[in-house]
């Protein structure tokens, strides 16, 4: 099913796609790039990117991005399994990404409706309803997951196969506030941070994509690294937009090769100050790992025992982060 995808989406490249929608666009003078007006919003200066070389599109007006099948999903408001159909009826479609956007929506429903998991959220110091809804962020109260997408058509075997339930039928996720892992413009995971006292993080099986929301923070010639989503949460609220995630402290080839795509890119690493070092030998690691491609690199010093979310909840704001950049710059 993946394999007809990609072939899908190799015989009907993107931007002849948006050629015969009448879309008109100019080389920005990077190698593959090219930018127009947005397709999917109203604007008066060019802000929608194509890179042709990946077959992806990003717009920094309204924040979408993704490949072919995700802009028709866009475009003419279908599904995934109906923009499929739209390009090409032969096509096979039963997508993980497909089944995963199903079950993120739901979750993102279920947050309004369950306070304890509001409360959570400004305990975290997440508190801004706009970004919440941004980063798709949801509730998995857990017992009810399966009969949501099973009414959907999707069988039990696909949803147990994808870890959306276990073998008994339970939901995996319970009791959990979700985040959505993108890659392109699709779900490719689900993380789960429990609002109890079970195990704290949970992913469901497989990739968990690249550097997080890297569509719209590849444009900066300056990023911050962050171990965790709520570090993110925390830090794109107090207006570091500039900021990803690798979901851990060790990253992936794919993500290294993200962070040095642009040459001579700052990145500061911001990771836990921990008591035992773990953070800060990790950030040792990273940082001499990432100059051997070419980058130029910070390591930004949290107090003792701080990581990025627990330095804003406890009154930090954005000007005293700011100060601790420069003073990774200088060092």
């Given at each position: 099913?993946?394999?007809?995808?990609?072939?899908?989406?190799?015989?009907?490249?993107?931007?002849?796609?948006?050629?015969?929608q009448?879309?008109?666009?100019?080389?920005?003078?990077?190698?593959?790039?090219?930018?127009?007006l947005?397709?999917?919003?109203?604007?008066?200066?060019?802000?929608?990117?194509?890179?042709?070389?990946?077959?992806?599109?990003?717009?920094?007006?309204?924040?979408?991005?993704?490949?072919?099948i995700?802009?028709?999903?866009?475009?003419?408001?279908?599904?995934?399994?109906?923009?499929?159909?739209?390009?090409?009826p032969?096509?096979?479609?039963?997508?993980?990404?497909?089944?995963?956007?199903?079950?993120?929506?739901?979750?993102?429903?279920?947050?309004?409706?369950?306070?304890?998991?509001?409360?959570?959220?400004?305990?975290?110091?997440?508190?801004?309803?706009?970004?919440?809804?941004?980063?798709h962020?949801?509730?998995?109260?857990?017992?009810?997951?399966?009969?949501?997408?099973?009414?959907?058509?999707?069988?039990?075997?696909?949803?147990?196969r994808?870890?959306?339930?276990?073998?008994t039928?339970?939901?995996?996720?319970?009791?959990?506030?979700?985040?959505?892992c993108?890659?392109?413009?699709?779900i490719?995971?689900?993380?789960?941070?429990?609002?109890?006292?079970?195990?704290?993080?949970?992913?469901?099986?497989?990739?968990?994509?690249?550097l997080?929301?890297?569509?719209?923070v590849?444009?900066?010639s300056?990023?911050i690294?962050?171990?965790?989503?709520?570090?993110?949460?925390?830090?794109?609220?107090?207006?570091?937009?500039?900021?990803?995630?690798?979901?851990?402290?060790?990253?992936?080839?794919?993500?290294?090769?993200?962070?040095?795509?642009?040459?001579?890119?700052?990145?500061?690493?911001?990771?836990?100050?921990?008591?035992?070092?773990?953070?800060q030998?990790?950030?040792?690691?990273?940082?001499?790992?990432?100059?051997?491609?070419?980058?130029?690199?910070?390591?930004?010093?949290?107090?003792?025992?701080?990581?990025?979310n627990?330095y804003?909840?406890?009154?930090?704001?954005a000007?005293?982060?700011?100060?601790?950049?420069?003073?990774?710059?200088?060092?």
């Amino acid at each position: 099913m993946g394999d007809d995808l990609e072939r899908l989406k190799q015989r009907i490249p993107l931007l002849d796609y948006l050629r015969k929608q009448n879309w008109t666009a100019r080389p920005t003078g990077r190698a593959s790039e090219v930018v127009g007006l947005c397709p999917l919003h109203s604007e008066t200066r060019p802000s929608f990117y194509v890179n042709t070389r990946k077959n992806v599109f990003y717009c920094h007006g309204c924040g979408k991005g993704g490949d072919l099948i995700r802009f028709v999903e866009l475009s003419r408001s279908l599904s995934f399994r109906q923009s499929v159909a739209y390009l090409d009826p032969q096509t096979p479609v039963e997508a993980p990404s497909a089944v995963l956007e199903q079950a993120a929506d739901f979750y993102q429903q279920r947050l309004e409706h369950h306070p304890e998991a509001l409360q959570y959220l400004k305990q975290r110091g997440l508190h801004d309803p706009d970004l919440i809804h941004k980063l798709h962020i949801g509730y998995a109260p857990g017992g009810n997951l399966r009969g949501h997408l099973m009414a959907q058509g999707y069988s039990f075997d696909l949803l147990q196969r994808l870890g959306l339930i276990h073998a008994t039928g339970h939901d995996t996720f319970y009791q959990r506030v979700v985040f959505p892992c993108y890659q392109d413009g699709r779900i490719v995971n689900l993380y789960g941070r429990c609002t109890g006292t079970a195990f704290a993080h949970r992913f469901l099986p497989g990739s968990k994509g690249g550097l997080f929301a890297w569509e719209s923070v590849c444009q900066y010639s300056s990023v911050i690294l962050v171990e965790g989503l709520f570090d993110l949460a925390v830090l794109w609220q107090a207006g570091f937009s500039n900021t990803t995630c690798a979901l851990g402290t060790h990253l992936t080839p794919a993500q290294l090769g993200q962070l040095s795509g642009q040459p001579g890119r700052r990145v500061y690493i911001l990771f836990d100050r921990d008591e035992n070092q773990a953070g800060q030998h990790a950030s040792q690691a990273l940082a001499s790992q990432l100059q051997q491609t070419g980058l130029t690199v910070a390591m930004v010093s949290l107090p003792d025992g701080l990581d990025p979310n627990s330095y804003f909840v406890t009154g930090a704001q954005a000007a005293d982060l700011t100060l601790l950049l420069q003073e990774a710059e200088s060092r």
